[in-house]
Nanobody
Framework: QVQLVESGGGLVQAGGSLRLSCAAS????????MGWFRQTPGKDREFVAA????????SYADSVKGRFAMSRDNAKNTVYLQMNRLKPEDTAVYYC?????????????????WGQGTQVTVSS
């Protein structure tokens, strides 16, 4: 089992950048497919990005491709989401998740462990 804690959210102006962190404990992040999702009030959780166990394969939602980058630091047992050129529509609570499965999934119900979320607000 793994415990996930997100940090790094905050308020930023449109065009700015933030880096979210997801610190894991209990097991190493390389044991899982790691994902980032986001959710706004009244909407379903939306896939943002995923990172394979090797750390070399990533998958991104079309809405963030070219602006966001997911990475991992094995020594710190932490995954990151670097968010650049932020837009007001990126405003959401961002969640880190871990999947024990084999293949990438963009479906939140396929992920087994979740963090508590961190708020990102992008002002126009």
């Amino acid at each position: 089992q793994v415990q996930l804690v997100e940090s790094g959210g905050g308020l930023v102006q449109a065009g700015g950048s933030l880096r979210l962190s997801c610190a894991a404990s209990g097991r190493t992040v390389s044991s899982y497919i790691m994902g980032w999702f986001r959710q706004t009030p009244g909407k379903d959780r939306e896939f943002v990005a995923a990172l394979g166990r090797s750390g070399g394969v990533t998958s991104y939602a079309d809405s963030v491709k070219g602006r966001f980058a997911m990475s991992r630091d094995n020594a710190k047992n932490t995954v990151y989401l670097q968010m650049n050129r932020l837009k007001p529509e990126d405003t959401a609570v961002y969640y880190c998740a871990a999947d024990v499965g084999i293949y990438f999934s963009r479906e939140d119900q396929k992920y087994d462990y979740w963090g508590q979320g961190t708020q990102v607000t992008v002002s126009s």
